[in-house]
């Protein structure tokens, strides 16, 4: 009977069919354009090859225990990141706010994406565009490196910039990679408000909301093979370019500058602060993602083992991505004879100025071009995939109707999902992605994710979750988790919430030169409380709609709902046996704290008949919680 039950689910859920698609599809979510266009440059900028000890330091004590928290909570409940919270219902508001985090997310995400095709286009001829001032885009700022290389190097440092965004100024000369990607891309405006839309950016989000549609509609069945393209072919390009840009003259001249070793910047709480930022971001707790993604695995997949493989295969990709850039960096910084610090670009900047320009500089630089940016295409679809993956299964999940018109949830979601991405077409949409990044991404993935630490180490019971991994693991987990989830981990988030607060530069959001204005920052901060509003309102609505006493709806709102726990009836009967051999005095309690009594205790007295859970354990006909 379970292998019938085990095959319908199957076939109205779905298992990922390998545990390799598992990991491929958490690497294509993880590995982003972040990790080539963030990291080197704060690796670079916050002491070199020392940043990598307190990042593998976060990465180990941060990025591990969170990664491992969501991703085994959904596979042990075969659940999106909305159901996955009747582990304990006052905090499943949570679970809304990561829905709405990862709508608005992949709909800014989206212009990442759609930048890359409209170089892919443009790089489609004999000539690069953004190799010299005689386009009908160019300005008078316009200064092409044949230019430079004519000039004195002490004129040229004073005079070029690459700055990301707006560095002109009368007597400030550009390069064409940078007027190309504001006059052509993204046809900027001079401010927030002051909007036409850029048609271009139109047809290349759309066709990226198509390919997520033709990818993500059948679900598992689908992304599971499509990353075994989407996954490897940025791996395979990074290779490629590492090995072109280490041939090139000035390569180790770039190399020595990503790894030296700034030993002082250790005693600096800014580096710090910024490896577990960098940590948090890069691995993507806080969105659903990984909770979907775990939900897709079968009940006892070794979910530990992942937990660690994976944040340090991003780790690894990180680093190595970094070489890849300051290799081509450094051939850029000899080439123009400049100093390599004023060649160096973090974000857009780099990815869409300044690599560009290096690449326009090699033979075949067409072609260069065209598989640099399907590389960034490939880094960003693929998180594309995930996040509206995330979105689809849970809802899904919570409403089982919609499981045969998967196609058409789908569907609607790309639909909704496009027509948002639209704000982001305009001339103005480089603010909108920088204002919706600042606030209702950076700030609320920051809480989601704290409030699933709360949740499920405080609220449901760090004892539980420990219990409830040793039921899949079918071996004792370690304590570092158990530590980490009820200690270290809030103490983590609220130190860099403190810190933060310190290291802020004054509220003032910029981007490049351009100050927003306050009216800005206030549509900012609504954005903002329109994700996190879920979080408060869903336990005020069930405490003043649901039934029974004032008491029991409290009571049922801390205690896991009747349908908590795994999914197939085999399963589900092994985990209850489990919760009644092994009952918890409280919720903070581990499991093994005295595994060896209890063990003599059972081979001395071992019970007279089949244990069954205990109401205490497994709370019955609690008052109901929508």
Same mark, same amino acid.
């Given at each position: ?11 109205? =859920? ?90 608005? @997310? ?119 093979? *499509? ?114 610090? %004023? ?85 103005? @949409? ?30 449901? @019971? ?47 959001? =910029? ?75 409280? =919720? ?5 704290? %005295? ?30 919680? *929508?």
């Amino acid at each position: 009977m379970s292998g019938e039950e085990e095959a319908i689910q199957e076939r109205s =859920r779905g298992y990922w069919h390998s545990r390799w698609e598992y990991l491929l599809s958490l690497a294509s979510f993880c590995i982003g354009v972040g990790n080539v266009w963030r990291f080197p440059y704060l690796c670079y900028k916050n002491g070199g090859g020392a940043f990598l000890v307190p990042y593998l330091i976060m990465v180990l004590v941060l990025g591990v225990p969170l990664f491992l928290l969501e991703s085994a909570m959904g596979q042990f409940a075969s659940s999106g990141c909305i159901t996955v919270f009747n582990a304990a219902p006052l905090l499943k508001g949570t679970g809304y706010a990561m829905i709405i985090v990862s709508l608005i @997310g992949s709909f800014y995400y989206t212009m990442v994406i759609a930048y890359p095709l409209i170089f892919i286009y443009n790089s489609m001829t004999s000539k690069l565009p953004w190799t010299s001032c005689d386009n009908p885009w160019n300005t008078e700022h316009c200064f092409s490196l044949s230019d430079a290389t004519s000039q004195l190097n002490s004129s040229y440092e004073e005079d070029y910039h690459t700055d990301p965004f707006f560095s002109t100024g009368v007597n400030k000369r550009v390069s064409p990679a940078d007027e190309f990607f504001h006059n052509v891309v993204l046809r900027v405006s001079s401010g927030l408000g002051e909007s036409e839309m850029v048609w271009p950016l139109v047809l290349a989000s759309f066709i990226v909301y198509l390919v997520v549609f033709l990818v993500t509609f059948m679900g598992v069945k689908v992304i599971g093979k *499509v990353v075994w393209v989407t996954t490897l072919f940025p791996y395979v390009m990074l290779i490629v370019l590492f090995i072109r840009g280490v041939t090139l003259p000035g390569a180790s001249y770039g190399i020595l500058y990503y790894v030296y070793p700034d030993v002082k910047e250790l005693v600096n709480p800014r580096v710090w602060w910024e490896a577990g930022v960098q940590v948090m971001f890069s691995l993507g707790p806080g969105m659903g993602v990984l909770m979907a993604l775990g939900s897709y695995n079968r009940y006892h997949h070794p979910i530990i083992q992942d937990a660690f493989v994976m944040p340090f295969v991003n780790s690894a990709t990180s680093v190595f991505a970094g070489f890849v850039v300051f290799s081509v960096l450094g051939f850029l910084s000899q080439q123009m004879n400049m100093p390599l610090q %004023d060649v160096v670009a973090s974000g857009p900047a780099l990815a869409f100025i300044t690599y560009p320009q290096a690449l326009a500089m090699l033979p075949m630089a067409p072609l260069w071009s065209i598989l640099f940016f399907l590389m960034l295409f490939f880094l960003g679809v693929d998180s594309a995939f995930m996040m509206t993956e995330a979105v689809v299964v849970s809802l899904v999940d919570v409403i089982p109707s919609f499981r045969p018109r998967r196609m058409v949830v789908s569907f609607v979601i790309c639909c909704v999902l496009f027509l948002g991405s639209l704000s982001c077409c305009g001339t103005d @949409g480089i603010y909108v992605v920088t204002l919706l990044d600042q606030y209702s991404i950076s700030y609320t993935v920051t809480l989601t994710t704290f409030c699933t630490v709360i949740t499920f180490s405080h609220v449901y @019971g760090v004892g539980r979750v420990m219990r409830d991994l040793k039921t899949m693991m079918r071996r004792p987990v370690s304590f570092f988790f158990y530590y980490s989830w009820l200690f270290i981990t809030p103490a983590i988030f609220m130190i860099s919430f403190f810190v933060s607060l310190i290291l802020s530069d004054g509220g003032e959001l =910029r981007h490049g030169d351009y100050i927003f204005p306050p009216w800005a920052n206030g549509v900012g901060w609504i954005s903002c409380l329109f994700s996190i509003l879920a979080i408060p309102i869903y336990p005020i609505i069930n405490v003043l709609m649901g039934k029974g006493t004032m008491s029991q709806r409290l009571k049922g709102l801390v205690n896991p709902m009747d349908s908590w726990g795994p999914s197939l009836e085999r399963d589900r009967a092994e985990w209850t046996e489990m919760c009644a051999a092994q009952p918890l005095p409280h =919720r903070y309690y581990h499991p093994d704290a %005295d595994c060896s009594s209890q063990r003599s205790k059972l081979r001395v007295n071992p019970p007279a008949s089949p244990p069954t859970a205990t109401v205490e354990e497994i709370p019955l006909n609690k008052p109901e919680v *929508v």
